[in-house]
């Protein structure tokens, strides 16, 4: 009897299902053996991969850890950095300052030198400084000019200045007068000192005139035993602006 029959048997109710057990028990024993064999293997198989998720989450755990710690390191180095680099900043500026201290007292001691100790120099009324300094509005300069007198002598060192700039207009030559320019009266133009003076102003350039040079001349005319006398100085228009 085949097992088509026995089936067939056990669904008609001629065995019990005990009976069919026994007439089956070999080919029931090889299938629970192979479904525990399943199971254990699945068991297995779900361990492991439950151990090597765990395995991945320790690594991503410490791979977290190690960003977290890497990046406080970073965050600490710059800001280091950045008080080094403000600390380096202000030491900068605190030496350009006293440089610009040091130059000026300089400056300062070689003037007054001059005017005290002139028989260091050579004698009459002389261009010790003029300077010009662009300003915020375009084509705007401010001007100043220093005259001292070299000569030991209580007597006024009297004249008049003449300035004037130099350079093109639309391609053609031109020259201004830059004592017009900055509105000074014949007055304002005129000097009258022992030791120095200062003459400032202001002017604005006409639109399209190129700046090339500018003359200073200072003017002393005849008096009493006294000859009349002059001095000039030349400077180019980018040493004016270079010495701001």
Not at 63 to 90: C, H, K, M, Y
Not at 92 to 110: D, F, G, K, P, S
Not at 206 to 224: C, D, N
Request: aromatic share 10%; net charge neutral; glycine share 8%.
């Amino acid at each position: 009897m085949n097992d088509n029959d026995n089936l067939n048997r056990f669904r008609n109710g001629t065995i019990s299902f005990l009976q069919w057990v026994r007439d089956h028990r070999k080919p029931l024993l090889g299938v629970w053996c192979a479904l525990m064999v399943g199971l254990m293997i699945g068991e297995f198989g779900k361990t492991s991969l439950f151990n090597q998720l765990n395995g991945w989450q320790t690594q991503a755990d410490q791979g977290a850890t190690t960003q977290v710690r890497l990046e406080s390191q970073i965050e600490g180095l710059t800001a280091e950095l950045q008080v080094e680099q403000a600390a380096n900043a202000a030491m900068q500026q605190e030496m350009v300052a006293h440089l610009n201290e040091i130059y000026e007292q300089r400056r300062e001691l070689t003037f007054y030198r001059k005017i005290m100790a002139p028989e260091k120099e050579a004698s009459g009324v002389v261009i010790d400084e003029f300077g010009i300094s662009a300003t915020a509005s375009a084509g705007f300069f401010r001007f100043r000019l220093v005259l001292m007198q070299l000569k030991r002598s209580k007597q006024f060192a009297k004249g008049a200045i003449e300035l004037r700039i130099e350079g093109s207009q639309t391609g053609e030559p031109a020259t201004l007068n830059l004592a017009e320019l900055a509105g000074l009266t014949d007055k304002q133009q005129k000097f009258s000192f022992r030791y120095f003076q200062e003459i400032e102003g202001a002017f604005t350039l006409p639109e399209g005139f190129v700046p090339e040079r500018v003359e200073i001349r200072a003017s002393l005319p005849k008096r009493g035993s006294r000859k009349a006398s002059s001095t000039a100085k030349m400077y180019t228009w980018q040493q004016l602006l270079d010495n701001t």
